[in-house]
Nanobody, 114 residues
């Protein structure tokens, strides 16, 4: 079965950096668009980064210039490099596979303190 396993979350001070990883199994990873979402307490889940199977990327304005999504098809892994973190980036971060988000990981907590 398909599994997406996120890692790399943790606590960091504002201005710091974290790199999240999402290891995929059970699917032909290179064929899938991948995305990172986040959900803060009391808020809706929101898209923070998307990468197509060919490597094209897109970001919402809230993270553009600070977050970078990348993928390593040889390792079946998608990454989210997060720089210049803000307290409002605090959330559970999820990776998702497919244009229709067929599959989701369990999430990893990111906490940014001031």
């Amino acid at each position: 079965q398909v599994q997406l396993v996120e890692s790399g979350g943790g606590s960091v001070q504002a201005g710091g950096s974290l790199r999240l990883s999402c290891a995929a199994s059970g699917l032909t990873f290179s064929n899938y668009a991948m995305a990172w979402y986040r959900q803060a307490p009391g808020k809706q889940r929101e898209l923070v980064a998307h990468i197509t199977s060919s490597g094209s990327t897109s970001y919402p304005d809230s993270v553009k210039g600070r977050f970078t999504i990348s993928r390593d098809n040889a390792k079946n892994t998608v990454y989210l490099q997060m720089n210049s973190l803000l307290t409002e980036d605090t959330a559970v971060y999820y990776c998702a596979a497919g244009w229709t988000r067929n599959y989701w990981g369990q999430g990893t907590q990111v906490t940014v303190s001031s």
